[in-house]
């Protein structure tokens, strides 16, 4: 899937806790833009997103980020835009990425930026993926964490809109509403 969008998006959690390199792997087909959400600019410069150029990184901080941190961020190849005060407004964000010409995003985040996306009708259409494994556990990530919805009728809708096998996964595609 990373190889058919523009960028692909997580938060600093998914960061620290997998140090994810976000390429595309196992299939041919362009590697795309790493976006990072992290209000205080916590990504090690080290982490293995910024250590494999040429990729471009945007790590989307607030004006609360601390300035050496920001400044190793830029020296490790970072691109830092800032995008909020206490925290990264998405909307904000993804217009600044528009503006770089970045149309399509892959959102792979935890349950928090997910259900920040969702909540803020940042998303068209969601995929969710079922493996034969079971994980689990009273720490793990859910689809999405947060405030959530206090009544039914306040969910987030969504369309069916396929079902395909890939290998022994199941993909479950649906809109929006």
Do not use: F
């Not at 990184?57 to 800032?82: F, M, N, W």
């Amino acid at each position: 899937m990373r190889c058919n969008h523009d960028a692909v998006m997580i938060g600093v959690a998914t960061l620290l806790g997998d140090n994810p390199r976000l390429t595309v792997r196992h299939v041919k087909g362009k590697n795309p833009i790493r976006v990072i959400i992290d209000s205080k600019a916590r990504t090690p410069p080290n982490a293995r997103v910024l250590c494999a150029p040429p990729l471009r990184v945007i790590i989307a901080v607030t004006s609360r980020a601390p300035k050496e941190r920001v400044d190793k961020l830029r020296q490790a190849g970072a691109k830092v835009i800032y995008a909020g005060r206490s925290q990264v407004n998405l909307r904000n964000l993804l217009t600044r990425l528009h503006q770089l010409k970045i149309k399509s995003i892959l959102l792979e985040g935890g349950g928090t930026l997910n259900w920040s996306m969702i909540s803020n009708k940042l998303v068209d259409n969601i995929k969710i993926t079922v493996a034969p494994i079971i994980i689990g556990g009273s720490q793990a990530t859910t689809l999405v964490d947060g405030d959530g919805v206090g009544k039914i009728e306040h969910a987030i809708n969504l369309t069916p809109v396929n079902v395909t096998r890939q290998g022994e996964e199941i993909v479950l595609t649906y809109k929006v509403k």
